[in-house]
């Protein structure tokens, strides 16, 4: 007897294999978290001896030999993109919530990041300020000394505020600016008088009190 032809009906097209949870871990205790960190700085210290390159492939080669104690060392460098990415991730929270300035915040946090990951690449730093919350402003150093080619100051090299100069041996201040221009810094401006208010011509009534 033939057997009869079976079609199907269902339509599976759309099904789609479930996704695999991972097991949560146990939280691990002090102990084995310091023997933990125990194990990881030895594996380092290993992989470091080595190879002289573990650790640096990422960072510019004018960053590798900078002492310990210089204001953008690697080190430090790391530790601050770490919390900005923290102060980032709590601003995120915040713009949710609806929080006034969290979205200033966040772009800055972020901003900051992605300028010290470049200076790890390149080796210039890029930003105006530094530190691992942006508190303390950088300050410029003459390269290469620019001349005027015209006007008063012909053939003299310019100067900015605020730059140190190795010729110099210091940094060019406002103060130095005004006298080189010719300004007096104790020079008293006179004062801009206010001009008289004008009476109004409004009838003004006299209030009366009312006695009982």
């Not at 146990?26 to 210290?45: G, H, I, N, S, W």
């Not at 204001?71 to 949710?96: C, F, G, M, Y």
């Not at 008289?196 to 009982?212: D, E, F, I, N, Q």
């Amino acid at each position: 007897m033939p057997r009869k032809k079976v079609t199907v009906q269902t339509d599976n097209s759309e099904w789609k294999a479930p996704k695999k949870r991972r097991k949560p871990r146990k939280p691990m205790t002090e102990e084995q978290k310091v023997a933990a960190a125990e194990r990881l700085a030895k594996a380092r210290e290993k992989k470091a001896a080595a190879d002289p390159n573990y650790g640096k492939t990422n960072i510019h080669e004018s960053l590798r030999d900078l002492p310990d104690d210089h204001q953008l060392h690697p080190k430090k460098v790391k530790e601050w993109i770490k919390t900005q990415k923290d102060l980032a991730s709590a601003e995120r929270k915040n713009v949710k919530a609806g929080v006034k300035g969290a979205e200033a915040r966040k772009s800055y946090a972020e901003s900051y990041v992605r300028s010290m990951k470049s200076y790890l690449r390149s080796g210039d730093w890029s930003d105006m300020f530094y530190g691992e919350y942006a508190d303390k402003k950088i300050r410029n150093r003459c390269v290469a000394l620019g001349y005027y080619w015209y006007g008063p100051f012909k053939g003299e090299p310019k100067r900015d505020v605020g730059t140190f100069y190795p010729d110099l041996g210091l940094i060019w201040t406002q103060e130095m600016n005004d006298e080189r221009k010719g300004i007096k810094i104790n020079d008293e401006r006179p004062k801009r008088q206010r001009a008289p208010r004008k009476r109004s011509k409004r009838a003004v009534g006299k209030r009366t009190s009312k006695t009982t």
